[in-house]
């Protein structure tokens, strides 16, 4: 049995800490956030900026596929950061809500595991948090759990035999999200015996 190390959680919550306190600048360089007014339909506009400034829902939104991560990794992510008093989106699994918690969060953390690609769900959040991105500057970082960076990138072991699986009409895109997640700087986490 595979037993995760579990020090990178102490460097993970720190990181997250500081990135919610850099992003708190993004107004300053007139860059448009994420917003809890932007959830329900309003928007504040600050005087000297022709963008408006948004207010987030949470902090971190985790996107994870449950039955490989949730009694080990995730669950032990979800406490470190709560006892950090960092506000993370634990709401019903509804596609809806779950888009919108992407949106109205600060970063999002991808937890890519065995079976993260297996889920329709998780790769359609995915392309939802690398939109968020782009449009909204939103903090993406990846972990790579029990699997390496060039297997999400490369479409390797049972990532590639899930996006052949998948709709026609998604599958291009899921490609390109993974590749452009998997080159994004995060952590790896790998077993040890």
């Keep these: 049995m ?5 020090p990178p959680l102490s460097v993970l919550a720190p990181f997250l800490f500081f990135s919610l306190g850099s992003a708190l600048l993004l107004p300053q360089l ?9 959830s329900v339909g309003q928007e504040n506009f600050a005087p000297s900026l022709s963008t408006p400034i948004l207010t987030y829902k949470y902090d971190v939104f985790i996107s994870f596929h449950a039955e490989d991560t949730r009694t080990r ?32 969060s600060r970063i999002a953390v991808v937890v890519f595991s065995k ?8 790769l359609d959040e995915l392309v939802k948090i690398m939109e968020c991105k782009r449009v909204l500057n939103q ?24 996006i ?30």
């Design 30 to 38: 007139g860059l448009c956030v994420a917003t809890m007014a932007h």
């Design 139 to 162: 903090t993406v970082l990846p972990i790579f759990y029990d699997v390496s960076p060039s297997e999400v990138r490369k479409h390797k072991g049972n990532l590639a035999e899930a």
């Design 115 to 122: 079976k993260y690609a297996t889920s329709n769900w998780c």
């Design 2 to 6: 595979a037993h995760y190390f579990a």
């Design 164 to 193: 052949l699986n998948g709709p026609e009409d998604k599958v291009n895109i899921w490609k390109a999200t993974l590749k452009d997640v998997a080159n994004l700087a995060g952590l790896h986490l790998r077993p040890y015996r």
């Design 73 to 104: 990794f995730t669950s032990y992510l979800f406490a470190a950061l709560e006892h950090k008093r960092i506000r993370v989106y634990r709401g019903e699994f509804i596609q809806a809500e779950l888009m919108k918690a992407i949106e109205t």
